[in-house]
């Protein structure tokens, strides 16, 4: 198993936002995390990458208790994760905004950077060289020079992923990946999520568009108010009468297929 997730709660005072929360994800799976608005989704994630600390349960990855870690020794450690809207450099050049993204992630302390050291030096050199293979695998390697403003929205969110790939994760979180992008730009990015998928690496994602996840994803967790209430395959979630009554509030027609929820 690359992350086990065993009975995580999150509570913002009074709210109960992450409720003992199981989850087991396998190297190489596609695993989608779904959810009504308000779910608890965003916050699960920010729980595993170390944003927040969860109030209890615990968080493993690769064998490695990260439960308390902070979010630049998780990302170290091989957990990235893309956010709903990434703020990006909009004057900066796409190839700048990778650099920048990997270094705020990982790298050397301010005193590195103010001094010059050796290490930083060769930190710069290593970043520079990840940006590439990233932009390379997004392929987005011709607008690499490009101004982020002057690219259009789907560009934008593989320059999220780039960051992402930069930083060498095993694992990679992506917060609505397809969020503001038409159906044939959806699926590009479906595509190069499962050419992650395919190099190597282990996808969790939240999203909203139905059909890609149903045709991406090899295992779904459903959340709704903070609690699990399903996990499985695509073709068990979909039948699932528990995942219907959540989406459409009641179980009357159950034949109802949810295009974007
Ligand atoms: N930092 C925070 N402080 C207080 N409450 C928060 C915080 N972050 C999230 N919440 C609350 O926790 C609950 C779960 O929010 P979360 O953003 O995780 O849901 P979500 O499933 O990702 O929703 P959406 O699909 O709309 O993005 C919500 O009620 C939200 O208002």
Redesign the pocket.
């Given at each position: 198993m690359v992350l086990i997730v065993d009975n995580l709660s999150?509570t913002?005072?009074g709210?109960q936002?992450?409720d003992q929360v199981d989850l087991k994800v396998e190297k190489g799976d596609i695993h989608a995390v779904i959810?009504?608005?308000?779910?608890?989704?965003?916050?699960?994630?920010?729980l595993i990458s170390g944003f927040?600390p969860p109030t209890s349960g615990k968080i493993t990855f690769n064998g490695n208790d990260i439960t308390k870690m902070p979010p630049n020794k998780i990302a170290r450690l091989g957990i990235a994760r893309t956010f709903?809207t990434t703020n990006l450099f909009e004057d900066a050049t796409v190839l700048d905004n990778v650099i920048i993204g990997n270094r705020l992630r990982t790298k050397s302390g301010l005193w590195d950077a103010i001094l010059r050291t050796k290490r930083e030096i060769r930190e710069e050199k290593e970043s520079m060289e990840k940006a590439y293979q990233a932009l390379d695998f997004v392929e987005l390697t011709e607008l690499a020079n490009e101004p982020i403003a002057n690219i259009s929205q789907e560009q934008k969110k593989r320059v999220a992923f780039a960051l992402a790939l930069a930083t060498d994760p095993e694992l990679v979180l992506l917060?609505?990946p397809a969020a503001g992008v038409n159906p044939d730009e959806t699926d590009g990015l479906s595509s190069l999520i499962q050419k992650m998928a395919d190099s190597g690496l282990t996808v969790c994602l939240?999203e909203?568009k139905m059909s890609m996840i149903m045709s991406l994803a090899n295992r779904i967790m459903v959340?709704n108010q903070?609690k699990r209430i399903a996990e499985g395959t695509p073709d068990e979630i979909k039948n699932n009468p528990v995942v219907i009554e959540a989406y459409l509030g009641s179980d009357e027609d159950e034949s109802v297929e949810v295009e974007n929820i």
């Open positions: 999150k913002f005072g709210l936002a992450v959810g009504p608005n308000g779910a608890g989704k965003s916050t699960f994630f920010n927040h709903q917060d609505e939240i909203h959340l903070g």
